[in-house]
C-alpha cells in the first residue's frame, strides 16, 4: 500500500556518459537537494538509461544522501522511463534505502518507495518518492 510522501528534490543533470554506443546504454549523473519528511538533503545519484525497441527506457541507478548534519543514507532504484514530451523523460519504479544512523536518517532504514524523476532537455531534473507500506 501507498504511504505518505517521503521526500522531493529538484536538482541538475552534471555528467553524462557513453557507457555502450551499441546498446545504446547512458550514464547520468546528477545532483539534488530537496527534503525528506523535514529533515533538508542533498542528493548524489548515479543511473544508466537503456532504451528499448518499444519507445521505453530501462534505468537503474545508486545513490547517497546527505543531510545537513552529515548524516548520510544510500539508495538504490530501478524503473522504466517514457518520453513525455519532447526532450522530456519521466520514470517511474521502486527505490530501497539503507543507512546505519542512529541520528536524523534512522527513519529511513530499509524502507522501499515508489518514486517518480523526471528530467528534461537542459538536465533539470524532479523527483518525489511515497513510502511503500507492506
Same mark, same amino acid.
Do not use: C, K
Given at each position: 500500500?501507498?504511504?505518505?510522501?517521503? =521526500?522531493?528534490?529538484?536538482?541538475?543533470?552534471?555528467?553524462?556518459?557513453?557507457?555502450?554506443?551499441? &546498446?545504446?546504454?547512458?550514464?547520468?549523473?546528477?545532483?539534488?537537494?530537496?527534503?525528506?519528511?523535514?529533515?533538508?538533503?542533498?542528493?548524489?545519484?548515479?543511473?544508466?538509461?537503456?532504451?528499448?525497441?518499444?519507445?521505453?527506457?530501462? &534505468?537503474?541507478?545508486? =545513490?547517497?544522501?546527505?543531510?545537513?548534519?552529515?548524516?548520510?543514507?544510500?539508495?538504490?532504484?530501478?524503473?522504466?522511463?517514457?518520453?513525455?514530451?519532447?526532450?522530456?523523460?519521466?520514470?517511474?519504479?521502486?527505490?530501497?534505502?539503507?543507512?546505519?544512523?542512529? =541520528?536524523?536518517?534512522?527513519?529511513?532504514?530499509?524502507?522501499?518507495?515508489?518514486?517518480?524523476?523526471?528530467?528534461? =532537455?537542459?538536465?533539470?531534473?524532479?523527483?518525489?518518492?511515497?513510502?511503500?507500506?507492506?
Amino acid at each position: 500500500m501507498l504511504g505518505a510522501e517521503l =521526500g522531493q528534490e529538484v536538482g541538475r543533470i552534471i555528467a553524462q556518459r557513453i557507457v555502450d554506443a551499441e &546498446g545504446p546504454e547512458i550514464e547520468s549523473t546528477f545532483s539534488a537537494e530537496g527534503t525528506y519528511r523535514t529533515i533538508a538533503v542533498t542528493d548524489l545519484g548515479t543511473y544508466l538509461s537503456i532504451p528499448r525497441s518499444d519507445g521505453t527506457l530501462y &534505468g537503474q541507478g545508486q =545513490g547517497v544522501l546527505t543531510a545537513t548534519d552529515g548524516q548520510i543514507a544510500t539508495w538504490v532504484a530501478q524503473g522504466l522511463g517514457r518520453f513525455t514530451a519532447p526532450y522530456v523523460i519521466r520514470f517511474r519504479g521502486s527505490v530501497i534505502y539503507h543507512t546505519d544512523s542512529s =541520528g536524523s536518517f534512522a527513519f529511513i532504514n530499509n524502507i522501499v518507495a515508489v518514486f517518480e524523476y523526471e528530467v528534461n =532537455g537542459i538536465g533539470n531534473t524532479s523527483a518525489r518518492n511515497w513510502e511503500w507500506l507492506y
